[in-house]
């Protein structure tokens, strides 16, 4: 069973305060956050902190991005969760989505849980691959939809080091939140 204090149940917005580097707030300490999908129901259970935390606090979040849930994370995956229900459940279907800074994949799962049948879930930070991969495995363990299986790929990938049109025609949705916080990645993203 999930233990989340009420002001973080359900992927609640809270007020961040500024730390060097980043942003902080109560719920980014939590070691598990739950956040269901209003249009299905499902419910998404994402790990905060490193991946080899093995304690039942999360790891230090504090100054570190893509660790933790922030609330732009929060606010990606209700706009993903409303245009599924606006669009019908077809937004996603036949759409390979590309995510753009995945953090702790919780949005990329969002998009898989509601028919998109490949996600590239990408973050150019190894630590945060493997705590996008640790949530992705949890969570999509039997996901089918239609009888297709829906695939999340983890990749570690660097702004600015690949050349786009390599990718041109990976994806037919590219979504990302909270990408321009930095602006000395402006010029490569």
Sequence with gaps: DLEEP?????????????VPGAYQQM?????????QLKSTGDSIVISQGTSSSSTKEASSVAGRTGVAIWNSSLLL???????????????????????????????????????????????????????ASSN??????????????MIITPVEFQWGLLNAIDYADTADIIIGSDLTYNSGSWRVL
Excluded: W
Aim: glycine share 10%.
């Design 77 to 131: 995956t209700r706009l993903i969760d409303n245009l599924y229900m606006e669009t019908s459940g077809t937004i996603f279907r036949d759409q390979t989505v590309l995510e753009l800074g995945c953090g702790t994949g919780l949005a990329s799962i969002a998009c898989s849980k509601l028919g998109s049948p490949h996600v590239y879930a990408t973050d150019g930070n190894s630590e945060v691959i493997a705590l």
């Design 136 to 149: 992705i495995q949890q969570n999509t363990k039997t996901d089918e939809v239609g009888g297709t299986k």
């Design 6 to 18: 009420m002001e973080c149940r359900n992927g609640a917005l809270m007020a961040e305060s500024s």
């Design 27 to 35: 719920c980014m300490n939590l070691p598990k956050r739950m956040i």
